[in-house]
C-alpha cells in the first residue's frame, strides 16, 4: 500500500503534483496566451464581383462551349442575356440564348433536363416577338414546350408566344388552362377578351350564313369577357392605396376600357381621352355609364353561340364553352330570352 503520508507519491486520478495554478507558466490553470498574428490588410487586392460591372458576361473572352462547361456558366449566360434584355440589345440576346440552347441540347443529349434553360428560352424567345422575327419565336417556343409545366406562368407565356404566331385558338386554350388554376385574374380575361377579337377577325365566314353577323358575336363574346375583367378589378377589397397602386390601376382599367371600345365601336361621344384617365379624374358616374352599355351589348342568346361554334375545332368549342361557364350572369354574354335551366343545357350541348 502506498504511503498517504506522501502526497508526492499518490498515483491515480487526482495526481496534480506537477501542475500549478501560477500565472507565469504552463499549468492547468494558466491564462491563455495570445495569438493574435500581425497581417497588414493593405495588401488584399480583392473586390467582389458585384462591385464589377457586367462581371459575368464573358461573351467576348470565352467560347460558348467552354463557358456553359464551367460550374456557373449556365447562370452567367442566363444574367448576360437578362442584362442584354433590359438594354433592349435584343438582337443580341435572341442569338446568345439560341446557340445556348443547342449547345445544352448537345452536351446533355444522354441526361437532358430542358427545365434547366427555361428562363434561357423565354428571354430568347421574347426578344424575337420584339424583333418580329417569326422563325425564331417558333424555335423557342418548340423548345419551351418540352420544358413542360404545371403553374400559370407556364401557360400565360405559352399564350403570348401563339398570339404573336397568330394561332389564337391554341393561344385562347392556353389562356384558359391558367385561369382554371387561377381564375380571378384581370388581365388574362382582357387577353381572353381580345383573343376572341382576333379569332372573329381570323376565321374565314365568307362561306357562311350572315358572316358579318358572325364577326359580331365573337366581339360580343369579347364584351363579355372585358365586362368579367372589370368586375374583378372593381371587387377587389384588398387593392393597395399607395400612390403606385393607384396609378398601376389607372393604367389597367385605362387599357381595358381601350379594348372594350375597340370591340364596341363606340361613338366620339362615348370616347374619354387617355390624358385624363391617366390623371384619375373622378369619372366614376360615366365610367358606371360605359361598362353599362357594355354589359347590353355583350349579351348574346345560345343560337348564336351554336352558330359559331358548328365549324370550329373540338379545342375551340371547349374554350369557348368554358369561357361561358365562367362569366357571371351579370355581364351579359352568353345571356338571352331563356331560363338559367335552358342555359345549363344549351352549354352543355356545345
Not at 464573358?58 to 442566363?78: M, N, P, R, Y
Not at 442584362?83 to 440589345?89: D, G, I, L
Not at 365586362?227 to 384588398?238: F, L, Q, S, V, Y
Request: hydrophobic share 40%; charged share 30%; proline share 2%.
Amino acid at each position: 500500500m502506498t504511503d498517504i503520508d506522501g502526497v508526492d507519491d499518490i498515483h491515480g486520478f487526482f495526481q496534480f503534483a506537477q501542475l500549478s495554478d501560477s500565472d507565469t507558466d504552463d499549468g492547468l490553470f494558466a491564462k491563455p496566451r495570445s495569438r493574435t498574428v500581425p497581417f497588414d490588410a493593405s495588401k488584399i487586392n480583392y473586390f467582389p464581383k458585384l462591385d464589377e460591372e457586367s462581371w459575368y458576361d464573358h461573351s467576348k473572352t470565352k467560347t460558348l462551349k467552354a463557358w456553359l462547361s464551367e460550374h456557373f456558366g449556365l447562370d452567367e449566360i442566363t444574367y448576360t442575356a437578362q442584362r442584354w434584355y433590359s438594354k433592349k440589345r435584343y438582337l443580341e440576346a435572341a442569338e446568345l440564348c439560341r446557340e445556348t440552347a443547342v449547345e445544352f441540347v448537345e452536351k446533355y443529349r444522354d441526361n437532358l433536363r430542358m427545365a434547366a434553360i427555361r428562363e434561357i428560352l423565354e428571354i430568347g424567345c421574347r426578344s424575337a416577338m420584339h424583333l418580329d422575327i417569326m422563325e425564331e419565336v417558333e424555335f423557342f417556343y418548340g423548345m419551351f414546350l418540352k420544358c413542360g409545366g404545371m403553374n400559370p406562368g407556364y401557360n400565360r407565356f405559352l399564350a403570348e408566344a401563339l398570339i404573336k404566331m397568330q394561332r389564337f385558338e391554341e393561344a385562347l386554350e392556353q389562356l384558359v388552362a391558367y385561369l382554371v388554376q387561377r381564375k380571378q385574374d384581370a388581365r388574362i380575361w382582357e387577353m381572353i377578351g381580345l383573343t376572341l377579337m382576333d379569332i372573329g377577325r381570323s376565321n374565314d365566314f365568307s362561306k357562311q350564313n350572315n358572316p358579318g353577323d358572325l364577326v359580331v358575336v365573337w366581339r360580343r363574346l369579347a364584351l363579355g369577357a372585358f365586362c368579367k375583367a372589370w368586375r374583378i378589378i372593381e371587387g377587389c377589397k384588398t387593392w393597395a392605396q399607395t400612390e403606385v397602386a393607384v396609378r398601376q390601376k389607372q393604367i389597367q382599367t385605362g387599357d381595358l376600357r381601350r379594348s372594350a371600345m375597340c370591340a364596341m365601336e363606340m361613338v366620339d361621344s362615348h370616347r374619354m381621352s387617355s390624358d385624363r384617365l391617366i390623371l384619375g379624374d373622378d369619372w366614376s358616374e360615366e365610367q358606371g355609364l360605359f361598362w353599362l352599355k357594355c354589359k347590353e351589348e355583350s349579351a348574346v342568346d345560345q343560337c348564336q353561340i351554336q352558330n359559331i361554334v358548328q365549324n370550329c375545332s373540338p379545342g375551340l368549342q371547349k374554350s369557348v364553352r368554358w369561357v361561358l361557364e365562367n362569366l357571371d350572369k351579370d355581364q351579359g354574354a352568353g345571356i338571352g330570352d331563356e331560363s338559367d335551366e335552358d342555359d345549363a343545357k344549351n352549354v352543355d350541348e356545345l
